[in-house]
């Protein structure tokens, strides 16, 4: 590893804010400079990120007032120890959590969604599907009001080819569903409206007031074992 050229030894660097002459390992690593270390120590280099952090008005980290327990972990926002089995997963922390509890973590992300997205819907909306709210009640409108296939009045879901992603229309839950448990295939499609002919049963008339249930599909053919 390269150090600075003032270093006495291999393993140490000097500090330019604190002027110090600190091991190598007082020092983050830093890819992008030539010795491959942060230009300032650890030390300093927090102290500054803080000082940033405050011009910024960011309030100052929390910090639990009693010590935590092992297998729980303290909420900042909440200010609550709770087991860290209530607190979401994530790789981007180097606890392996994130730092609020998954109330307090779910209250956030619904308000920041209200607040730069106009609501969790309308962040929805743009997210997945690429319209706002007021594209889907132009789509909606077109269709009268109503789900685009079985007429239902108010659907809520958003249909669009899997394929290139093209909004269709809008369509109640049931229909939605259908379409997505049938992978979009219209061969397969045609062969379900195939099979509810040939098999649902119908009351024929075969003397008044008289009826028997039939189905026009063709006899089964009876198994080997019969």
Not at 51 to 75: L, T
Not at 133 to 155: K, N, R, S, T, V
Not at 178 to 189: A, E, I, M, S, T
Request: proline content about 5%.
């Amino acid at each position: 590893m390269t150090v600075m050229s003032d270093s006495p030894d291999s393993g140490s660097k000097t500090c330019p804010q604190c002027d110090r002459l600190l091991s190598v390992l007082q020092f983050y690593s830093n890819k992008s400079r030539p010795d491959g270390l942060s230009y300032y120590c650890r030390a300093c280099t927090r102290g500054r990120l803080e000082g940033y952090r405050r011009a910024k008005g960011v309030a100052p980290k929390k910090k639990s007032s009693v010590e935590v327990p092992a297998g729980s972990k303290w909420c900042p926002d909440c200010e609550q120890i709770k087991p860290v089995a209530e607190f979401a997963r994530t790789k981007t922390k180097a606890s392996g959590l994130h730092s609020y509890c998954l109330e307090c973590h779910n209250r956030r992300g619904v308000e920041t969604k209200e607040k730069h997205h106009g609501g969790t819907r309308q962040y929805h909306l743009r997210r997945r599907y690429g319209i706002g709210q007021a594209e889907f009640d132009e789509f909606l409108a077109e269709q009268g009001g109503a789900c685009a296939i079985c007429g239902a009045p108010d659907p809520e879901h958003v249909d669009h080819d899997h394929l290139f992603g093209n909004v269709r229309g809008i369509l109640c839950f049931n229909c939605n569903g259908g379409l997505g448990q049938f992978k979009d295939d219209r061969h397969n499609l045609a062969r379900a409206i195939e099979y509810l002919k040939e098999t649902a049963w119908q009351r024929v008339l075969i003397h008044p007031g008289v009826y028997r249930l039939v189905s026009p599909r063709r006899e089964l053919r009876r198994s080997r074992t019969s």
